[in-house]
């Protein structure tokens, strides 16, 4: 298939410890974009990444998050230090134009 | 601070009945608004848009509904069918930056 994919799709991991989370996008999309979806609530924007523009990066949480696209393929969200509070689904999502985004399944965080 | 709202978590509709799934917004700024539809295990599927120019909408058996002035958006599905069940998220964009509600779960009983 050509859509968006991520892995893992489900990770468990223990408080203090880092996790990464990647992303594949839809080959030749240019914008890739983070959100997080927490038990119950909406969709949650962390990041956005356009071709090779800086990275609008106003919607992370804290500094113990990051994320790094190498051009206009592969994602990486890290969280380091990991806090139960982090404990959510994370979704990916690629589009080429206009508004229209691409997600992926996403990955289930548990931090135990 | 929600700039998107879904105030109803649930709606239980009848096959054949029209659903109505309802968000409100406060950005004026908002310039593009989109509805997603969610399966369990799943990510958002895109369903709909609306720019902020237009007041309606229409794909099928989906229509957009809104309401610049009461800063009010619907999703009309009629004839809803028991396939429609899922969760409904409405999104509004400005600057490029996607804001979301909480969803809404739409049942549809056969």
């Known amino acids: 298939g050509a859509g968006v994919s991520q892995s893992p799709s489900n990770k468990v991991t223990e408080k203090g410890k880092d996790v990464e989370l990647r992303c594949d996008p839809i080959s030749g999309h240019t914008a890739l974009y983070w959100y997080r979806q927490r038990l119950g609530q909406g969709l949650e924007f962390l990041i956005y990444?356009?071709?090779?523009?800086?990275?609008?990066k106003s919607g992370l949480p804290s500094d113990r998050f990051s994320a790094e696209r190498t051009g206009e393929s592969v994602s990486t969200l890290t969280i380091q230090r990991t806090q139960q509070e982090d404990s959510a689904v994370y979704l990916c999502?690629?589009?080429?134009?206009?508004?229209?985004?691409?997600f992926g399944p996403g990955t289930r965080l548990t931090v135990t | 601070d929600q700039q998107v709202k879904q105030n109803s978590p649930s709606l239980s509709v009848q096959e054949g009945r029209i659903s109505i799934l309802n968000c409100d917004y406060t950005?004026?700024?908002?310039?593009?608004f989109l509805w997603y539809k969610k399966y369990p295990a799943e990510g958002p599927t895109f369903l709909i848009s609306i720019s902020s120019i237009k007041d309606k909408n229409e794909d099928g058996r989906f229509t957009v509904f809104l309401n610049k002035s009461a800063k009010h958006l619907s999703l009309h599905i009629v004839p809803s069918q028991p396939g429609d069940s899922a969760v409904y998220f409405c999104?509004?964009?400005?600057?490029?930056?996607?804001?979301f509600g909480s969803g809404t779960k739409l049942n549809v009983k056969p």
């Open positions: 999502a690629s589009s080429l134009r206009g508004y229209e985004q691409y």
């Open positions: 999104a509004a964009i400005s600057f490029n930056k996607f804001y």
């Open positions: 990444f356009q071709g090779n523009s800086a990275p609008d």
């Open positions: 950005n004026s700024m908002f310039d593009y």
